[in-house]
């Protein structure tokens, strides 16, 4: 489908800086299970001369490197397995599936160290539960990047709204179309921003088209349990969480009787860090502190952010909710505006191991909690995702009397503004007021907004 060439425009951009840079290092590309790794890739490969793919799931690539032969040996093995002559020319090699064959992680070092000109590439569906237990990657000889699922940027490209694209990029979408963009914000949050749901949807306009890829989606990584758990305890609690978790989207919880479990907590806990390393969740732990360092509290209960609020929305059985409400309080004030908001703040970065966060003050007569807060350059700032008026923002409040801060962010269903906020203590601040649709362009915001 010709739109997939949209999908994963930032990502793109970063694989040509990586393409260009001097001293560059094999990549290796890390993400969850389909959210196009190898599609980035393939396109990516246009722009070279010879592109040599290498899936190790087939048995005659990963015995390429499992013979102990010298590098050369195994690069020469690797071109004419290519079918592809060993000449002067720009060069992609791809290593797909690369957890399949530990031989293939360590021969990275020496694509490093003694072919640094050809450009080296590894992903792997499976890789992110293996590392640190079956493979580890030869330190200091790669790099890393994420792929996250589309941003609704890359959905708006996918439909071909380009023009309301470079307007959201600028900030500068005309009020006049606000109720516009805030539908196909709502469109986005249904489909969510795996590649393949989101070309279905740019292709058919059918929501009801959608419903066979989630379910495909879903069995897949029901399917992939058996590779992440051994023991069959593991095992069904990982489906458990997978069948009964995604209603908690943006949620605060307990591991002890997590959604009416029986489960012991850290027989629960080490289920959700299971999951968290195939990138299908993140467990996102509170600050207590509103500066730096940042030092997320491990002890208090985590929120839950999914990989993608596609998922979410199909499988908490929220689609029709959103199509059809019309208080629209109602809707934006749910934990589903905090799933999206988190993925687009995630989806913005292309930074491996980026985390979200947000802060609580847990005091006996003063509690609070605040949305996400955002690490800009040196500063913490606090994010809360909310409609109504500036006398609901008590959290919010309470974060910058103890802030040293002067800014604050709502992101809310109202068109851009910004509120001159006087506290009781007399410290003043000012609250920049984003519709939904702005929330991955924070960082170009505040570049131009803060000193």
Not at 31 to 36: E, F, K, L
Not at 247 to 274: N, P, V
Not at 405 to 426: K, P, V
Request: net charge neutral.
């Amino acid at each position: 489908i010709k739109c997939l060439s949209l999908f994963q425009r930032l990502a793109l951009t970063a694989l040509h800086r990586w393409g260009e840079k001097e001293g560059r290092k094999p990549l290796v590309l890390r993400g969850a299970r389909q959210v196009g790794k190898t599609t980035l890739v393939k396109l990516f490969a246009r722009e070279f001369d010879v592109f040599i793919e290498l899936n190790l799931e087939e048995k005659e690539n990963a015995r390429l490197f499992a013979w102990e032969v010298s590098f050369d040996d195994l690069l020469a093995g690797i071109y004419a397995k290519a079918g592809v002559r060993m000449e002067n020319k720009r060069t992609l090699i791809f290593i797909d599936e690369i957890q399949n064959e530990p031989e293939a992680v360590r021969s990275l070092r020496y694509f490093y160290e003694k072919r640094p000109d050809l450009h080296v590439i590894a992903a792997g569906a499976l890789l992110e539960s293996l590392v640190g237990n079956h493979i580890s990657f030869p330190v200091g000889r790669v790099e890393y990047m994420a792929l996250h699922p589309c941003t609704f940027t890359e959905f708006l490209g996918a439909l071909g709204e380009n023009v309301l694209v470079e307007q959201i990029e600028r900030l500068t979408v005309p009020q006049s179309v606000h109720s516009y963009v805030m539908d196909l914000f709502r469109k986005y949050m249904i489909v969510g921003g795996l590649p393949e749901a989101v070309a279905n949807y740019a292709k058919y306009k059918d929501w009801v088209r959608l419903n066979d890829i989630f379910n495909s989606l879903i069995a897949g990584y029901k399917d992939d349990i058996e590779k992440y758990a051994k023991k069959n305890k593991e095992q069904d609690i990982l489906r458990y969480i997978l069948n009964y978790g995604w209603g908690l989207a943006g949620q605060r919880f307990q591991f002890a009787k997590f959604a009416g479990s029986s489960y012991k907590s850290s027989e629960m806990g080490d289920a959700f860090r299971i999951l968290e390393k195939t990138l299908l969740l993140e467990l996102v732990y509170p600050l207590i502190s509103t500066s730096f360092p940042i030092l997320p509290d491990l002890k208090r209960s985590p929120k839950l952010l999914w990989l993608d609020t596609g998922l979410v929305n199909y499988v908490a059985e929220m689609q029709e909710r959103l199509l059809f409400t019309s208080a629209t309080d109602e809707l934006w004030n749910g934990d589903i505006a905090e799933q999206v908001v988190g993925q687009e703040l995630l989806g913005a970065s292309v930074t491996f191991g980026t985390k979200r966060m947000f802060w609580v003050r847990d005091a006996r007569n003063s509690q609070a909690e605040v949305d996400f807060v955002y690490k800009f350059k040196s500063r913490l700032l606090p994010i809360e995702v909310k409609t109504g008026d500036n006398s609901r923002l008590r959290s919010l409040h309470q974060f910058m009397e103890e802030s040293k801060e002067n800014i604050a962010i709502r992101l809310w269903n109202g068109t851009f503004c910004s509120d001159e906020i006087r506290l009781l203590s007399g410290k003043q601040y000012t609250l920049y007021n984003l519709p939904f649709y702005y929330a991955g362009q924070l960082e170009s915001f505040l570049n131009d907004k803060v000193e």
